[in-house]
Each structure stands twice: as structure tokens, then as C-alpha cells.
């Protein structure tokens, strides 16, 4: 008996000397442990803003979210808080969710190291604008078969492209209204219900077209609407257009040759894709494929079309074949429409070294240089790879960002030839592909200086490759991340070579692919040049808004 409650003693002993060591070892980190506070306020007034709701999580864990409720003054506070970069954003009823930091959509983290109280964080949240108005037919009538659609301007390869942003109907007096948008400029559609169109009125007859604010049928002469903070527009009247419509007729040569998706995918047949290739940035009217190849599209106005055939669906979508067709004020017939067979291209990707293994839990993309299509896949364990249904064309592959470490895609090779660009052009009498990865990227970060030493620092960083080539320019272009203190950091390994750095206040995402605009402010990024495993950090200045606000009006930027 004394034995036992001897040793009972004894464990009892050591699981409280256990206990009292682990937190002891708890204490200690507790001792490296910040706090992060600030407000949220209303962007337009200052005032702050009482129950807004607050998420802070690590910048490489969006799913570990800590969450915070303002008091009356607007102000939150996080307490023990490990060292790190965090995202933090805010959302209150009645206004636009906002994240910290710029609102042009800046990335930014929040940096804490050990012990530190970091205080004056303040999240801007803005009022929602609003534009509401009317549509009506061509005689000036209210007209309640349509839809509105809202769309914004963005800049990709160096071209502006209008992208939709949200939409809303039409009510039973001829009315919308489009709300809880971002201050801004955006230009607007009204769609009429085509299939109303289709159903009362004659094939000879001229049909309502979907029309641009306030009466155009090309986005070229749309009339942007420019939205303030809080403002309410109203009276935007569109009135739609008719134009005259045609059919455009044509085969599919070849389409018994195109395999059917295998398993689940089997019921995806073969479909037609048409598209506008001038001036009008919305959806192509629509036609149907029929087993035998034959089609027939209906209800087309005067302009330029661009047809394609495509099968599946994202990831797995093919593009097999495309023609561009113009009408003008008859209806198109005999239209070949040729498809190109598809086939598995198969491949490799490899560490440059034997020596190293491939990273873990790579995925590479392949997308066409020629018209919207990609899919991804994932490497096996031997780094063999394949992507299912390509067809001949140019196309680019690339390793999804966020590659540990400084990795990087340093070559392509296909066919006998070895491309640095990630560009190739497919043909099927090839079918294997050659990809090499390397360790040994560059590092690139730096801080954001502006010449008065008072002013924010928040900026878009870009770091642009010097280079004619579209391709390397588009897939070697990087972004930094900025911190509290105007440091950033490109957090993807860079190619070598040589970059011109920018710091960009307040341009719309996009804008440094305007040629143009990058001649214009040229003289005014860092130049820099950069080998395998060099790590570089760089002082590049903040090239104001007002500096450049001409020329970003010039270039409808603004």
C-alpha cells in the first residue's frame, strides 16, 4: 500500500512538474506575442464606424481567420498576436467591404515582429454609389423586356477590354437600378430579351439590339458614368436600337472525328462559340451544332464574327477550330468550318539539378495564345505529366505562382527547340513536352520612397521585364507586396535578366500593359539587372497620381 501511494506520489509529482514546465515554455512564447489596433472608419466623412465586423488572418493562411466587432468609437484591437505578415479587412453594413491599405486594391500585409504593439491601423471603408434609370424602345416607350448590365474598364496586353462587374433586371415600369457598387467609372448595357425578340417578330424584321448608354450599338461610343462616393445617379435613360438580322449558315467538316470526353464528361458535345471581333463587348448571338455538322445562327446584326467550335468545359475545354465570318445586309451562307483533331500532349518537368526533388504540389497551366482557353493539370511523382484534348496552335505553359523557395520555370523545350518564354507553337505530330525547373531564382524586394517623407507610400509595385516579346512580358511580369512601412517584396523567384521597377500610385491593375502608357514613364522606374540566386534590394520612387493624371485621362485611365 505505502508503495503504491509512493508512487502515485511520484507520478503525481512529475505531471505537475510537467505542467508547471509547459507553461512555462507557454509564458515564454507568450512573452514574444503583439497586439495589432486600429480603427474603421467611413471614407468620406472620417467618422467611425461602431459593429463593423474585422478579420485579421496570416497572409499564408486565409483560412485561420481571427474575428473582431468595432465599439463606438470604431476602434478593434487583437491581442496576442505571433509574429508575421497578416491580411486584415472589414465589412459594415451599408458599405463596400474594404481591406487595409489603398483603396486602388493595393496588395498589402501587415508585418508584426515579437513584442510589438502595432497601433494606427485604420481600414477606410467607402459608401456604396448607385445608378438607377429606364430603358425604352426606339419610339421612346418604356420597354420591359430587357436586362442592365454593368461593366468596367480594364487593361490586359496592352489593350483596354470593358469586363462585366454586376447586372440587374428591369422592373414592370421599365426601370433598374444598380446598387452597392464602388465609386468609379463604368459603362452601361441594356440587353433586350432575345428570345422575346426571336418569338414576335418576323426573321425580316428589324429587331432591338442590346444597346450601350445612351444609344449606341458599339461600346466605342458608349458614354461612361462616373460614380462618387455615396452617389445616387439617376435618370440614366437608355434607348435601344434596332438593326436589321441575318443568319449565318455553314458545316462542321470533320466534327464525327472528335472524340467524346471520356467518363462523366461524355454528354458534352461539340458546340458553337460566337463572338463579336469588333467594338462590341458583349455576347454573339447564339446557333446551334446539329450531328451532322451542319448549323445555323439566327437573329445576327450587321458586323464582324468570330465563330468557333469548342467541346467540354473549364479545365477540360477545347477549342477545335475557328472562322470569321462578316455580314453585312444578307444572310451568310456556305461558311466551312473546318476542326482540328485533338490529342494528349504529354510531358516532363524536371529539377535542373539531379541532385534537388521537384517541389511538392505543383500545378502547371497551358492557355492559348490565340483565344481564351486553358486548363491545369498536376505532375505525377515521377514528374510525368498530360493534358488531355489540345489541338495545334501557339500556346504558353507555366508552373502556377507561389513556388517555394526560389523556383522558377526555366525552360520549354518542344520539338528539338528551347524556348526561355514559355511560348511554342503545337503541332500533333509531336506530342511530348520537356519543362526545367529550377532552384535558383532571383529575390527582389526593396521600399517605396515618395519625395515628400510625410505621404503615404502605398503604390502598386511593378517589376516589368525589359523585352518586345508579348509572351515573356505577360508571363514574367511580377507584383509586390507591400507592408505597413512602404517595404515590399516580389514574392515570386524572378527570371534572370533585366526588369524595370515601378512604383504606381493609384493606376487601374493592368495599366503598366498599356504600351503607351509605360513609354510615358519610362525614365521614371528603377532599371535592374539580375542573375541565378542573386538577391537584390532596391529604393524605387513613388511616381505620384497628380504626376501622371494627365496622361491617365488621355488614355481613359482615369
Known amino acids: ?33 503583439g497586439t495589432i489596433r486600429g480603427t474603421v472608419t467611413n471614407a468620406a466623412t472620417g467618422e467611425p464606424l461602431r459593429k463593423a465586423y474585422v478579420r485579421l488572418a496570416p497572409a499564408s493562411d486565409a483560412a485561420n481567420v481571427r474575428t473582431t466587432i468595432t465599439d463606438k468609437e470604431g476602434r478593434f484591437i487583437f491581442k496576442d ?11 459594415h453594413q451599408g458599405f463596400i467591404d474594404g481591406k487595409y491599405g489603398d483603396p486602388a486594391d493595393v496588395p498589402l500585409e501587415l508585418k508584426l515582429i515579437a ?16 445608378v438607377s434609370g429606364h430603358v425604352t424602345n426606339e419610339d421612346g416607350d418604356l420597354w420591359t423586356h430587357a436586362s442592365v448590365s454593368v461593366f468596367r474598364s480594364s487593361w490586359e496586353r496592352g489593350k483596354r477590354q470593358l469586363e462585366g462587374f454586376t447586372s440587374a433586371g428591369v422592373d414592370d415600369k421599365g426601370e433598374f437600378r444598380v446598387g452597392h457598387l464602388p465609386p468609379g467609372r463604368y459603362h452601361l448595357l441594356a440587353k433586350p430579351d432575345g428570345g422575346w425578340e426571336a418569338r414576335n417578330r418576323a426573321a425580316s424584321v428589324p429587331r432591338l439590339q442590346p444597346t450601350w448608354y445612351p444609344n449606341s450599338l458599339d461600346s466605342s461610343a458608349s458614354v461612361p458614368v462616373v460614380l462618387l462616393p455615396g452617389q445616387e445617379l439617376t435618370g440614366a435613360g437608355i434607348r435601344l436600337r434596332r438593326s436589321s438580322v441575318y443568319r449565318i449558315r455553314g458545316r462542321v467538316p470533320g466534327i464525327q472525328d472528335i472524340p467524346v470526353l471520356s467518363g462523366a464528361k461524355q ?3 461539340p458546340r458553337l462559340s460566337v463572338s463579336f471581333t469588333s467594338g462590341k463587348i458583349t455576347d454573339g448571338p447564339s446557333g446551334f451544332l446539329k450531328d451532322d455538322g451542319s ?11 468570330r465563330i468557333r467550335v469548342e467541346a467540354g468545359m473549364v479545365p477540360e475545354e477545347m477549342s477545335l477550330g475557328s472562322a470569321d465570318v462578316q455580314v453585312d445586309d444578307r444572310d451568310v451562307e456556305g461558311v ?8 494528349p500532349l504529354k510531358g516532363v518537368i524536371r529539377p535542373e539539378t539531379a541532385d534537388t526533388v521537384l517541389p511538392a504540389g505543383l500545378v502547371l497551366w497551358f492557355e492559348s495564345a490565340e483565344v481564351s482557353f486553358w486548363k491545369t493539370t498536376k505532375p505525377r511523382s515521377d514528374g510525368s505529366f498530360v493534358f488531355d484534348n489540345v489541338t495545334d496552335g501557339r500556346y504558353r505553359v507555366g508552373v502556377r505562382g507561389g513556388l517555394p523557395g526560389q523556383h522558377y ?10 524556348s526561355s518564354n514559355a511560348g511554342f507553337f503545337l503541332s500533333g505530330t509531336i506530342d511530348t513536352i520537356e519543362l526545367t525547373l529550377s532552384a535558383r531564382g532571383a529575390r527582389v524586394s526593396g521600399v517605396v520612397k515618395r519625395k515628400d517623407a510625410g505621404g503615404s507610400t502605398m503604390a502598386q509595385v511593378v517589376l516589368l521585364p525589359e523585352t518586345s516579346d508579348a509572351d515573356l512580358k505577360s508571363s514574367e511580369t511580377r507584383l509586390g507586396v507591400l507592408d505597413q512601412s512602404g517595404a515590399f517584396t516580389v514574392k515570386d523567384a524572378v527570371r534572370p535578366g533585366e526588369y524595370t521597377l515601378y512604383a504606381f500610385e493609384g493606376v487601374p491593375n493592368g495599366a503598366w500593359t498599356d504600351a503607351e502608357f509605360i513609354k510615358e514613364v519610362g525614365g521614371k522606374g528603377v532599371r535592374i539587372k539580375v542573375g541565378e540566386g542573386d538577391v537584390k534590394t532596391v529604393e524605387v520612387p513613388l511616381i505620384p497620381r497628380p504626376d501622371i493624371a494627365a496622361l491617365l485621362a488621355r488614355l481613359g485611365m482615369d
Open 295 to 305: 448549323f445555323e445562327i439566327e437573329g445576327v446584326p450587321p458586323g464582324s464574327y
Open 81 to 91: 498576436i505571433r509574429s508575421g505578415s497578416y491580411a486584415l479587412e472589414a465589412e
Open 267 to 269: 454528354w458534352m458535345k
Open 336 to 343: 466551312s468550318l473546318p476542326v482540328r483533331a485533338s490529342y
Open 1 to 33: 500500500m505505502t508503495s503504491t501511494r509512493y508512487g502515485a506520489c511520484i507520478v503525481t509529482a512529475g505531471y505537475a512538474l510537467l505542467l508547471a514546465f509547459t507553461a512555462g515554455v507557454a509564458n515564454a512564447d507568450d512573452d514574444f506575442l
Open 409 to 418: 520555370l526555366k525552360s520549354v523545350r518542344y520539338g528539338g527547340v528551347e
Open 115 to 130: 513584442n510589438q504593439d502595432l497601433s494606427g491601423v485604420d481600414i477606410k471603408l467607402m459608401p456604396p454609389a448607385a
